[in-house]
């Protein structure tokens, strides 16, 4: 039987949004409503910060948490570590790392489903999720990261342009002669694979795009792709957590 851990990365310092983790939403700060969410589906989560105030927040509702290092690059990187915090607190073993994100308090636990599903094949290195986009201003928004996929729906690349592109279309019209993907940011690794990718050096694609998922696939590595009907609502500023 396959062993999963949930991380939740939920670092405290966002030149957007400082303390977003600890936002207020309906009497519950925005990290236990994650926490609550990938609990209905997971056995084992665990949040992974790099600041005390949300490690007493998380205490404070019950949860589990390791502090990690405020050095970490990325989410990723904190979720390496706290694997290996984990690994060494409970002596468990942990076959697959699912990245969740920290600022999606309405993440969907069929989207968790979903990656769990993706590692019943045991060659399964690395899974994501995408979504079909459904408007043009999607498609043509930089702040959200498209996906293109071989036939086996193994990932090509991760851009924040629309791709492919529609040759002798006007770009109004591509969105209905192409089913483009929004990727969906919520990462599952096997934890060998997890340990490699964050020795990687950081890669040109990924420098290029801004996206660490590049610097995988520019080593070799496979990223499965599933697909879902259920989109992500992430909290990025003040105002989205107005809108929610």
């Known amino acids: 039987m396959i062993q999963f851990l949930g991380i939740i990365p939920a670092r405290y310092h966002s030149s957007r949004f400082p303390g977003k983790p600890l936002a207020d939403i309906a009497g519950k700060p925005m990290v236990r409503r994650v926490y609550e969410q990938a609990s209905s589906l997971l056995e084992q989560v665990v949040v992974a910060t ?112 629309p791709l492919p592109h529609i040759r002798g279309k006007e770009r109004s019209e591509w969105i209905r002669d192409h089913n483009f993907l929004k990727h969906i940011g919520i990462y599952a690794y096997q934890t060998d694979i ?31 792709v599933k697909t879902t009907e259920y989109d992500s609502l992430s909290i990025d500023t003040p105002e989205d957590l107005e809108k929610i």
């Not at 979504?131 to 086996?152: A, F, G, Q, Y």
């Not at 990687?200 to 499965?224: D, V």
């Open 50 to 161: 790099d600041d005390v105030r949300i490690e007493t927040a998380v205490k404070d509702f019950g949860g589990n948490v390791i502090l990690t290092s405020p050095e970490h690059a990325s989410g990723t990187d904190r979720c390496a570590e706290a694997l290996e915090k984990f690994v060494a607190e409970h002596n468990r073993i942990v076959d697959v790392v699912i990245n969740i994100q920290g600022d999606e308090p309405f993440i969907h636990p069929g989207q968790i489903q979903h990656l769990m599903t993706c590692f019943n094949d045991p060659t399964t290195q690395i899974a994501t999720l995408a979504k079909v986009i459904e408007s043009t201003e999607e498609l043509n928004d930089p702040n959200i990261t498209k996906v293109v996929c071989n036939l086996r729906q193994e990932a090509l690349y991760f851009s924040r342009s």
């Open 194 to 224: 997890l340990r490699e990718i964050t020795r990687l050096e950081p890669s040109k694609l990924e420098l290029a795009e801004s996206l660490e998922q590049n610097r995988w696939l520019e080593h070799g590595y496979t990223i499965y």
